[in-house]
């Protein structure tokens, strides 16, 4: 584990007022399997035992598998007598000690909560699940979880932390989130054992003592202060790849365009980003958030791969140079193509087929590099297909969307803005494919317009949390 050089200096934390075992204190522990969650509770049990207090545990772990959901029934008692169910029943959790955002706010657990007595401790961070690998464009409504969450909980009761960002960045390893986020709780009150029982609990464990200790530890330090923490990560992360500015990304594009077509085009795209630019610093002086998602989306839209650009990219240096790196001696190249005035259609689908081209091909791609120059005129005779009309509309339309959402932008909805600006990212693929990822973006461009016209300051949710 990597720790920052100047922890050292960090104040001496206080010690919380701790809940008292009058009856037995009631933990839900959530969180993704493989990841060290069943430790948590095992570690607090055997903390309660060097106590002499008892400690009850179910692990439903055994039911879960590498990547889902895992949840730890804990009970805690001034004796271990005093523990007569170990299993927590529906409004009866003291503590809902979220190592996963996505398993704590499943009705599974908070039904287990209750308004009158429940606290939460969440790491807020997005851990995808399974269903991201068959979704791409799988989102997670954090918000709308953390709002569940909240409205099951006792009032003020619910704290949310990013603990696997800032343990990463402390520690170098994200398995010390739940460490971490343990000592967020335990800082809080509500963990009803003494630190140094948890730390010679971990000590006993013998598995990378230090860092969870250190982990156990940053996690008090957050609770206590965390802009300190925040403050001390800051100076810890020089050596982290820097952020490019606005003005980077944009001239970075800049040249890509002028490749791509010319100078004049590319100096359309320059001159909108800049005008969204002054806007936004008109109304929030210290933000770039739209103007940087402007910049990157109206280029993926200008830069669309027609016939030029393939052509242009197949015989430019950088692939010539990709082929002598990676191949040696004779070889012969094919290109599977579906060119869209000539390729025929499946009987079936109706879609395009691609079709084998020999080394030929090169000679037409260099004929067709040198025409880019006809992109989008009288001349351009790929112009005139529907998927080619189709990437120009798409292109006057963004801009004329951003245009109207400046004409409205302010503090409030400035974060909604950005969420529509930055819509082409779930514009993927290629024909057909690309087809179908533009119908659904266009859904939720109209639902995320529709919000931002009503004055409403946030995205709408479109999936539930369960």
Known sequence: ARLPGDTKVFPVLPEPELPKLDQPWSVMVTGIGGTGVVTVGQLLGMAAHLEGKGAGIIDMAGLSQKNGAVVTHLKLAAKPADIASIRIAAGGADLILGCDMVTSASERILSRASRDHTYAVINSHEQMPAQFTRDADFELPSDKMGLQIEARTRPGGAEFVNATRIATALL???????????????????????AAAIDKAIALNGVAVKMNQQAFLWGRRAAHDLAAVEAVIGRSSSDQPRKQTLDEITEERVAFL???QDADYANQYREFVEDVRVTEADVAPDSTRLSEAVARYLFKLMAYKDEYEVARLYTGKPFADQLAKTFKGDYTLKFHLAPPLIARRDSATGKPVKQAFGP??????????????????????????????????????????ISEILNSLDT?????????????????????I???????????????????????????????AE
Do not use: W
């Not at 170098?172 to 003494?194: E, R």
């Open 172 to 194: 170098g390893d994200s398995i010390a989130a739940n460490l971490f986020t343990l000592g967020y709780a335990y800082q809080n009150g509500l963990i009803p054992l003494g």
């Open 258 to 260: 002028t490749g791509y």
């Open 434 to 464: 690309k087809e179908r990822h533009l119908a659904e973006a266009k859904t939720r461009e109209s639902e995320l317009l529709a919000a931002y016209r009503d004055g409403k300051t946030r995205a709408p949710v479109r999936l539930a």
């Open 412 to 432: 409030k909805n400035l974060s909604l803005a950005v969420d529509i600006a930055s819509i082409p990212e779930h514009i993927r693929g290629y024909g057909h």
């Open 360 to 401: 030929a091909m090169m000679s037409v791609f260099k004929i067709l590099a040198l025409l880019k120059g006809l992109r989008g005129t009288a001349f351009d005779i790929f112009g005139y297909t529907a998927e080619r009309k189709r990437e120009r509309a798409l292109i006057s339309e963004y801009r004329h969307t």
